[in-house]
């Protein structure tokens, strides 16, 4: 038995969620990949997975080998990369993931501006608001905004960003502008679902924290959405200052509240911190750091032009 490709074809099995997915992936007959894990499951003396024909779990013994065989199939690989001269020259594939809007805006151009400086390196870059596990996922580094929460991750500040409430001149004209949290009661609310609840926004931080109950007429789940709908005089928006820079910038939106405003988010980049750490990674986190950085501290959102009198 190859174990080694045995654990590989379990590791598979579990992350396509049914045997015919794994072989369809693997491009392996369905019997053979079956046999294979029936000759794994004998060789270990214990099942490793539940089957029925309309799901498949992991036993209590199934999702513990299932862990290890992810670390080491993840050594073998890194035994592998070594060996063919990754640790010695910038080369392979880099998994990146970042925030929407923030990696269109800041992650893409840095990301374009490194492949065109090491040629032998390849990213792929996920998209996704939602949080990534790195180890899980096959991650070798995330862009976070937010606080970290404790864990093995090593993690390489690279700026912060506001959280801005903000609307439309003619929402502001027509309504009034509200000079303190609690005048939110009186008003119109847009609400990001990402970035906050929809009946109430928090102001302040630690003990100083206040709830402050709001009326969202609209809830999206996404930034776009949500700016386009504020742009329109739908109501009062609580969106990452990035995030509305160029209406910001046009003036399409104003900020209001600015003397309420929490603390900044931090950002980070945060990866692994795997030993050796690959050549390919680190190339990446000392380009890409001090560019995002910058990128943080250059596009802050500005106020609106002033208009004529």
């Not at 923030?102 to 040629?119: C, I, K, N, S």
Request: glycine share 6%.
């Amino acid at each position: 038995m190859n174990h080694l490709e045995s654990m590989a074809i379990l590791v598979a099995v579990v992350d396509a969620g049914s045997l015919s997915a794994a072989a369809r992936e693997l491009d392996m007959p369905l019997a053979t990949l079956s046999r294979k894990v029936n000759a794994l499951e004998a060789h270990l003396k214990t099942r490793l997975l539940l089957r029925t024909t309309r799901q498949l779990s992991l036993t209590e013994a199934g999702v513990s080998y299932v862990a290890a065989c992810r670390r080491i199939l993840e050594e073998v690989g890194e035994a592998e990369r070594a060996a063919m001269g990754e640790y010695v020259q910038p080369r392979g594939e880099l998994t990146i993931t970042a925030p929407v809007v923030f990696g269109r805006l800041h992650v893409v151009p840095v990301v374009a501006e490194f492949l065109a400086q090491y040629p032998e390196i390849d990213i792929d870059l996920m998209l996704t608001d939602r949080v990534v596990h790195l180890m899980d996922e096959h991650v070798d580094a995330a862009l976070r905004i937010g606080e970290l929460p404790d864990s093995n991750l090593m993690a390489l500040g690279v700026g912060t960003v506001r959280r801005v409430i903000c609307a439309s001149p003619a929402y502001l004209e027509t309504h009034g502008v509200p000079t303190k949290p609690r005048d939110l009661a009186a008003h119109q609310c847009i609400s990001f679902e990402v970035l906050e609840s929809k009946r109430a926004w928090v102001f302040g931080t630690g003990k100083a924290e206040v709830s402050v109950a709001v009326h969202s007429r609209l809830s999206v789940n996404t930034a776009e959405g949500a700016i386009d709908a504020a742009i329109l005089g739908v109501g009062l928006i609580r969106i990452l200052s990035y995030q509305a820079a160029a209406a910001l910038r046009d003036g399409s939106l104003r900020v209001v509240l600015e003397d309420f405003e929490s603390a900044p988010l931090p950002i980070h980049l945060v990866h692994k911190g795997q030993a050796p750490l690959p050549l390919k990674l680190r190339a990446f986190l000392d380009f890409a750091a001090p560019r995002l950085r910058a990128r943080a501290e250059r596009h802050r959102p500005l106020p609106p032009p002033a208009r004529a009198g």
